[in-house]
């Protein structure tokens, strides 16, 4: 992906980048990309639709889930990068069962 749009570009860069292109344009603007790895390189992505998907950094290892409307302790425990890929290419849905105490 080429990046040649400015405000594209911008969050990609670096504070005190000598480019001179500012920084954080693009933070809460709906619709334009945001920085969530604070500039770490991204070994694979899986995005099925929007606020649900899957960033894994090369460097760390570490993964960045995103599921709106899961608890976080099922994203964490229940939702590995296997099931975003499964799902992403088999086109299959995937049912997790919930157990709530009030």
């Known amino acids: 992906m080429m990046l ?3 405000l ?3 969050n990609y860069l670096l504070v005190g980048d000598p480019s001179g292109m500012p920084v954080g344009v693009n933070k809460k603007v709906p619709g ?3 920085d969530e790895t604070k500039g770490k390189t991204i070994k694979e992505v899986y ?3 929007a606020k649900l998907y899957i960033i894994k ?3 760390e290892g570490k993964e960045n889930k995103k599921c ?5 302790a099922v994203i964490k425990n229940a939702i590995s990068h296997k099931d975003y890929k499964k799902c992403l ?3 299959e849905n995937q049912y997790i069962q919930l157990y709530f105490t009030v």
């Open 4 to 6: 040649t749009s400015g």
């Open 8 to 10: 594209l570009l911008a």
């Open 32 to 34: 334009m990309m945001k």
């Open 47 to 49: 995005v099925l639709r």
């Open 57 to 59: 950094v090369y460097e």
């Open 68 to 72: 709106k409307g899961i608890a976080k």
């Open 89 to 91: 290419f088999s086109k």
